[in-house]
Nanobody, 122 residues
Framework: QVQLVESGGGLVQPGGSLRLSCAAS????????MGWYRQVPGIHRELVAS???????NYADSVKGRCTISRDNGKNTAYLQMDSLKPEDTAVYYC????????????????WGKGTTVTVSS
């Protein structure tokens, strides 16, 4: 079974920092892009940051300069370092990844984690 498992969420005061981790496990040939999304109940899920296989990154304007996405290919893990957190960053953060399970795969599959909750509050 292939799965993505997020960790690192929690309660933090405004201005604080968190480091989220997303570990992919199972039989995986390679990982293409990985990304982080967030969702507030009743609000659409939005992209926070993504990183492709070549290391290129994209960030939402709302987090640009405060967040850094990275990946460790040897560990099949992506990270989201979040600094200077604001109350509006409160959300459930979901990891996703485009996975290639076998060398023969012509249609990579998008996988989602179950989410980790980030709460920014005094």
């Amino acid at each position: 079974q292939v799965q993505l498992v997020e960790s690192g969420g929690g309660l933090v005061q405004p201005g604080g920092s968190l480091r989220l981790s997303c570990a992919a496990s199972g039989s995986i040939f390679s990982i293409s892009a990985m990304g982080w999304y967030r969702q507030v109940p009743g609000i659409h899920r939005e992209l926070v940051a993504s990183i492709n296989s070549g290391g290129g990154t994209n960030y939402a304007d709302s987090v640009k300069g405060r967040c850094t996405i990275s990946r460790d290919n040897g560990k099949n893990t992506a990270y989201l370092q979040m600094d200077s957190l604001k109350p509006e960053d409160t959300a459930v953060y979901y990891c996703n990844a485009i996975l290639i399970l076998t060398p023969q795969d012509e249609r990579p599959t998008l996988y989602w984690g179950k989410g980790t909750t980030v709460t920014v509050s005094s």
